[in-house]
């Protein structure tokens, strides 16, 4: 996968209101157990599910199994790149850190 589809498949992650609010809960909360994130987002564990797979796919969040539990946490490596320099180089070749 080059980079511009990395974007891609990143940015179609991000570009959905659940996920957003999910990514912003667990940026304040850390390590979080899927089961209370049902409860906190008010959604069926088979839609938080789907949900999370995405945000998995694009490697936004590492996730731990404990037992029967999955806990979830973003991946602060890759979302500090999609929040980098580099991505500011990919779509303004001209920027001053490029």
């Known amino acids: 996968m080059n980079t511009l589809e990395k974007y891609e498949h990143t940015f179609k992650a991000l570009a959905d ?5 999910l990514l912003h809960l667990l940026s304040r909360r850390g390590k979080t157990c899927v089961c209370d994130l049902t409860e906190e ?19 936004l969040l590492v996730r731990e199994t404990k037992g029967t539990w999955s806990y979830y946490e973003i991946n602060e490596v ?10 500011c180089c990919v779509f303004k070749p001209g920027f001053n850190k490029c």
């Open 78 to 87: 890759e979302m500090d790149r999609v929040l980098s320099d580099e991505l």
């Open 41 to 59: 987002l008010d959604m069926s564990q088979s839609k938080l599910s789907y949900h999370l797979k995405i945000l998995m796919d694009a490697n």
């Open 17 to 21: 209101k659940k996920r957003l609010h």
